[in-house]
């Protein structure tokens, strides 16, 4: 079976059986068809470790869209964009304005540039740079939770960090990182994000001459909403397959230049989408 779909599982069973119930508490969300509020059971600070030398962490037992999840990095990170057409999705049409942007989020802050050494820079161009002049710095990170632009953001980031770390294993460099993600809705998201942010180490590490290794992804808030345990449990009696093989376009050494005919993924056997899955905003 896939180590994603193990990591899922456990964790969902977990959440299940012993996490806590914010039923009657105050809370944020509400469902988009009636407005209700929608109440989750949730656990606290998940730890899932993925050693893409070994396996892409890609879900098997419902289909992970791939290409559009590295689509959405691309938008964040390569276009850092916060225009909708920039993107070919539309998972986050429930936040644009007017003007057809989600204000001053996601990409908007990895785009905006600040001063570093007596230079103008941005966040993903921070980090591709420092992996080249000094890849043992402990210092290599974005971070799109900037308490400055909260407030005329559409929503607070919920993946909001990445740390990269180099080590050299036998005379071979290998980008880690760690992803941090203040919540997740893990039936809509979880395979998502594990996917796209291997995609995105994978992008960097090629980019930076090195190989991709560890993704460790820290969840504060995991939580499963109550209308979306029927389709956990469904998912839990599920049958795994092996992982797939996902592999980058070896050709592309500008980060700029990758597009999603880029990704590569071969074998891939999954189980029958969920459809019509409730979501809360």
Request: charged letters at 25%.
């Amino acid at each position: 079976m896939s180590y994603a779909d193990k990591c899922f599982k456990k964790m969902c069973r977990d959440i299940i059986n012993h996490g806590t119930n914010t039923k009657g508490e105050k809370v944020r969300p509400k469902w988009v068809d009636d407005g209700s509020f929608a109440y989750t059971i949730k656990k606290f600070g998940v730890v899932h470790e993925y050693d893409l030398r070994k396996e892409f962490p890609a879900l098997t037992l419902r289909r992970v869209a791939l290409k559009s999840a590295m689509d959405e990095i691309l938008w964040i990170y390569q276009k850092k964009s916060n225009r909708i057409k920039d993107l070919n999705s539309h998972i986050w049409d429930s936040w644009t304005d007017k003007f057809g942007t989600i204000g001053t989020a996601y990409g908007w802050v990895i785009g905006h540039e600040f001063n570093w050494k007596d230079k103008m820079i941005d966040q993903m161009d921070y980090v591709l740079e420092q992996l080249k002049e000094s890849p043992f710095s402990r210092r290599i990170i974005t971070n799109m939770y900037q308490f400055d632009y909260l407030e005329t953001g559409h929503l607070d980031p919920c993946a909001y960090s990445m740390t990269y770390n180099v080590t050299d294993e036998n005379g071979e460099l290998v980008l880690n990182a760690i992803l941090n993600q203040r919540s997740q809705d893990i039936l809509a998201a979880n395979g998502w994000n594990v996917a796209q942010y291997a995609i995105l180490l994978m992008m960097v590490a090629q980019v930076s001459n090195m190989k991709a290794g560890k993704l460790i992804h820290v969840i504060a808030d995991a939580h499963i909403y109550d209308r979306h345990i029927p389709m956990i449990k469904e998912l839990l009696g599920r049958k795994e397959f092996k992982a797939p093989i996902v592999k980058l376009n070896p050709e592309v050494k500008n980060f700029y230049e990758f597009t999603t005919d880029d990704l590569i993924v071969e074998n891939y056997k999954y189980g029958e989408q969920i459809k019509n899955i409730p979501i809360a905003v």
